[in-house]
């Protein structure tokens, strides 16, 4: 039987405790024996970020460390350029030849996926699990494929979701988890307020060690 495996890419500026309760959400509904957790490291479709790719690879690796599914992945620093998902998913693909991808990303940032590149290949690639969002409304209807691949499958009742004409599928899934965002997070550093509740205490502790988002080296309180 195929290994299963999960991944999710993300800017994790910072990484905090509801990416973590959603990545392990979506691998146990799944079946997934690994979740790879990319970081974005040149992300075309967002403002540049506050902390560097090699900091925010930092700080994820220290919240994934000894957990026995999710796991940091920086092959997106590794390979340099804009980092574009179909890429990523296309070299992941061929580092595991024989496993099954699912890949796993938020109801807002698929609600965009027609102006990513070449949308229309990631289901050749891969599943694609869309998962409900803090703030983001998550209708009950099966998620849509992107429209350029719309005519290279088919609706299928008896599973209640699209299926590619390469077996791959489109599913939705609902969290369960903490209602936070990275915003918040950088938003209560700026003023000082507690958060290492949000992102575990080896994050945070990189964050003062380098006074990431206006934090200072220690906790005043």
């Known amino acids: 039987m195929p290994a299963r495996i999960g991944i999710h890419g993300g800017t994790f500026d910072p990484v905090h405790l509801g990416h973590l309760t959603s990545a392990r959400q979506v691998a146990a509904a799944f079946d997934l024996q690994t979740m790879l957790l990319?970081?974005?490291?040149?992300?075309?479709?967002?403002?540049?970020?506050?902390?560097?790719?090699?900091?925010?690879?930092?700080?994820?690796?220290?919240?994934?460390?000894?957990?026995?599914?999710?796991?940091?992945?920086g092959i997106e620093l590794e390979r340099g350029g804009p980092s574009y998902t179909v890429d990523?998913?296309?070299?992941?693909?061929?580092?595991?030849?024989?496993?099954d991808l699912y890949l796993s990303m938020g109801i807002d940032a698929y609600e965009e996926i027609d102006t990513w590149?070449?949308?229309?290949?990631?289901l050749e690639l891969c599943n694609v699990v869309v998962t409900s969002r803090p703030g983001c409304d998550f209708s009950e209807q099966p998620p849509r494929p992107p429209v350029a691949a719309s005519q290279?499958?088919?609706?299928?009742?008896?599973?209640?979701?699209?299926?590619?004409?390469?077996?791959?599928v489109i599913v939705g899934h609902r969290i369960e988890g903490i209602e936070v965002s990275s915003s918040d997070v950088r938003r209560r550093i700026r003023l000082g307020l507690p958060f290492e509740g949000l992102t575990g205490a080896p994050v945070a502790r990189i964050i003062r060690q380098n006074r990431l988002y206006g934090a200072p080296r220690r906790?005043?309180?």
């Open 38 to 73: 990319v970081v974005s490291a040149n992300p075309p479709h967002k403002p540049q970020e506050q902390a560097s790719a090699e900091l925010r690879l930092a700080m994820l690796r220290a919240a994934v460390n000894g957990d026995p599914v999710l796991q940091a992945c």
């Open 152 to 168: 290279d499958g088919c609706y299928d009742p008896a599973i209640g979701c699209f299926v590619h004409k390469s077996g791959h």
């Open 88 to 99: 990523t998913i296309a070299e992941l693909a061929t580092r595991h030849p024989d496993a």
């Open 219 to 221: 906790n005043p309180c």
């Open 117 to 122: 590149s070449r949308p229309h290949e990631l």
